[in-house]
């Protein structure tokens, strides 16, 4: 089971931090990753990292925005999102997989969402 949490309204250029807290065991191959959602667009990828590696991979649209992170200890993911602008206005989904993939079908383990709202 995956629990995000942290989103909210932010003005435009703002900062947000979302965490995905993970029940059960998470194996050393697995791939976690965020994709948003925003209303009458497809999920979209964001970002996604090795469990236990630091290999990462990013959405053009976010790159240099935002950064995935982890803390294995507590088994939870994060995403930092720094200089928000109104089009990554979304809901953001943690996901868990086994393949080092940007596509939602290679997604398996999915959580319910978080709402991120920024106001322009």
């Known amino acids: 089971q995956l629990v995000e949490s942290g989103g909210g309204s932010v003005q435009d250029g703002g900062s947000l931090r979302l965490s995905c807290a993970a029940s059960g065991r998470i194996y050393s191959s697995s791939v976690m990753a965020w994709f948003r959602q925003a209303p009458g667009k497809e999920r979209e990828f964001v970002a996604l990292t090795r469990w236990h590696s630091s290999s990462t991979l990013y959405g053009d649209s976010v790159k240099g925005r935002f950064t995935i992170a982890k803390d294995t200890a507590a088994n939870t993911v994060y995403l930092q999102m720094n200089s928000l602008k109104a089009e990554d206005t979304a809901l953001y989904y943690c996901?868990?997989?086994?393949?080092?993939?940007?596509?939602?079908?290679?997604?398996?383990?999915w959580g319910q969402g978080t709402q991120v709202l920024v106001a322009s």
């Open positions: 996901a868990k997989g086994s393949q080092y993939s940007s596509s939602r079908l290679d997604y398996n383990v």
